[in-house]
């Protein structure tokens, strides 16, 4: 008998952290998974193999990023998410780290869940732009358009509207 791998199965091997993280109190705390331990040029070998950002594969979204050439490394990109944790540990914010196999977490803002509202202000880490953040108003239905954010650091500037919202 002859096995031969399914990429899909072999990048959620990947992708999925091992031993699972029970704490899930950071994003650190999700870096398990061979997509965050193993050396980076076999990581991005792998992904290209299989035409990750063509398919978009469950990665993290520094993965895409990477794979691009957006970001000097995998270790500037848990540069920006512990950035962004430090900022938003502060009253209010809590980090969700139950995402799909290889996604990272985001934060909520648990006062803005009030009233109607079914989904809170949330800030997700993105490729879809360098400054690598998105803020998404609290909403009843339809999601609004995410408001990008440049950074940690205009994070931390903005913060008193994105609680607002």
Do not use: C
Not at 24 to 53: M, N
Request: glycine share 8%; aromatic share 8%.
């Amino acid at each position: 008998m002859r096995l031969e791998p399914v990429p899909r199965l072999e990048w959620a091997l990947a992708a999925e952290g091992h031993p699972p993280s029970l704490s899930g109190a950071s994003p650190a705390s999700l870096r398990r998974s061979w997509v965050h331990t193993a050396p980076e040029a076999q990581v991005l070998e792998l992904f290209r193999k299989l035409h990750g950002s063509a398919r978009r594969l469950p990665a993290p979204w520094w993965l895409r990023a990477l794979d691009r050439g957006e970001l000097p490394g995998r270790q500037a990109a848990f540069e920006i998410e512990d950035a962004v944790h430090a900022t938003l540990r502060r009253p209010g914010w809590v980090f969700v780290p139950w995402v799909g196999v290889g996604e990272s977490g985001f934060w909520e803002y648990a006062p803005s869940d009030r009233g109607a509202v079914q989904v809170p202000t949330a800030v997700v880490l993105t490729d879809e732009h360098p400054g690598w953040l998105n803020a998404l108003p609290a909403h009843a239905e339809a999601p609004p358009r995410p408001v990008p954010v440049a950074g940690p650091e205009r994070l931390a500037a903005e913060l008193a509207r994105i609680e607002s919202w």
